[in-house]
């Protein structure tokens, strides 16, 4: 008889999802922007035809297609609407910007408590203007505080940071450590300072940041070309191919933001993993770990399956070429087991493999439910997630599901 979630949560199981989403608000952000901000932040217009409008520091945006990423649960047709870009981006599913909502959709799915990543702010790191990608993330963060607040104990925000300044985002770390319900910070696993990679010393206010205030920094990618890394380096983005139907709307004309990629597929089959396993290497043996022992990481949103190769891969390197990484004190696995975590996806089925290497661990590994994202499995992903660690033991199971994001967050 296949293990349910019920019967695992009436056993004394947590369930914690390390990276949900939440969508931004239509309009709650525009309070929390200082004066002379307020119709620039992030913010969703309806004009006379009755369409919606994403606004950002004077441009715009159609709406519809970004309905898409808060469709999970709803029905077959809904979802339909979204991808022909029919869907209003405020008739999404309520829990996506609701938090009282959110914790209905969690209870019926067995969640305990949640970890919310960005979904639009997730592109806002590679905004042109530095100032107003500053205040965006800085209103953004007070709106994400205030929002897990009403959510009784179960919702927690990881902030947004400013990339394109890293001495700012650092500044803005160690503020967001002191707002309530913060526990993270994010940033993109590409590297955005002229493609210098994340060993080099350019990037140290930000571990330090991170590392000083105790938070964790999630490395979460974007499936956009508008930093250095796969999508941009190999010319994924623009391909020609996707069945997603483009709208003149959002066709990048004067005062409209360019849409900057075609496809979702290949942008994120090939570039998430790429550019985690690209980052993950230079955090591990590029020296970053060795130099910041209190930093922890956590690799999200590209799968882990290629996770115990690509440390043995690193760690056979490290064995013969280690004069190329003289600050290295150890194996590079030996740092990951230190400081690091990775999400899987509820239904990976290299899930159980990674828990009972050595170069992992079961104390390594959380789950990610992606909510309301429309990849997510609503309702039924604590199901799945139980059905995949039912061939490990009851330790590893309680690790996976629900202790060791406890212990990354410090919830």
């Known amino acids: 008889m296949t293990a349910t979630a019920s019967a695992a949560k009436a056993n004394g199981m947590r369930f914690i999802d390390s990276d949900g989403h939440v969508l931004e608000h239509p309009t709650e952000m525009q309070r929390y922007a200082p004066t002379g901000f307020e119709d620039r932040v992030w913010h969703i217009e309806t004009d006379a035809k009755g369409d919606e409008w994403i606004v950002m520091d004077g441009r715009r945006q159609f709406a519809n297609p970004s309905a898409q990423a808060g469709t999970a649960g709803m029905t077959l047709e809904d979802r339909e609407r979204a991808a022909r870009a029919e869907l209003k981006y405020t008739e999404v599913r309520p829990a996506a910007y609701n938090a009282k909502a959110r914790l209905d959709d969690m209870t019926t799915d067995h969640i305990d408590q949640s970890v919310l990543y960005p979904t639009s702010m997730l592109g806002i790191q590679a905004y042109p203007d530095v100032e107003f990608a500053d205040v965006q993330c800085r209103a953004y963060n007070d709106w994400l505080s205030d929002h897990v607040q009403d959510g009784d104990g179960r919702l927690f925000g990881v902030a947004v940071v400013p990339q394109q300044d890293l001495e700012l985002a650092a500044k803005e770390i160690r503020r967001t450590a002191k707002l309530p319900g913060i526990v993270g910070a994010f940033i993109r696993p590409n590297p955005s300072e002229d493609w210098k990679p994340f060993s080099h010393p350019v990037y140290n206010p930000l571990w330090e940041a991170a590392s000083d ?27 020609g191919t996707s069945a997603i139907p483009t709208d003149e709307r959002a066709a990048g004309a004067e005062g409209v933001m360019p849409v900057n990629f075609d496809n979702i597929f290949f942008t994120q089959a090939i570039s998430n993993p790429f550019d985690m396993m690209n980052s993950m290497a230079f955090l591990l043996a590029g020296g970053v ?9 956590v690799f999200l949103e590209a799968n882990g399956g290629w996770l115990v190769p690509w440390l043995e891969r690193l760690d056979h390197h490290y064995k013969i070429f280690a ?10 696995s030996a740092y990951f087991r230190r400081q690091c975590w990775i999400s899987f996806d509820p239904d990976e089925s290299a899930l159980p493999f990674t828990a009972n290497s050595p170069l992992c661990g079961a104390d390594r590994i ?26 490990l033991t009851d330790e590893q199971q309680r690790q996976i599901a629900g202790d060791n994001t406890t212990v990354l967050y410090g919830l």
């Open 289 to 297: 770990c060795e130099q910041f022992p209190d930093l922890k990481i």
């Open 366 to 391: 959380v789950w990610a439910s992606d909510y309301p994202h429309p990849d997510a499995k609503y309702p039924g992903v604590t199901d799945e997630l139980v059905e995949c660690i039912e061939s």
């Open 213 to 239: 205030s105790g938070m964790a920094l999630g490395l979460h990618p974007f499936l956009a070309a508008d930093l250095p890394g796969a999508c941009l380096g190999l010319r994924i983005h623009h391909l």
């Open 323 to 332: 004069w190329d990484v003289p600050t290295l004190k150890m194996e590079p």
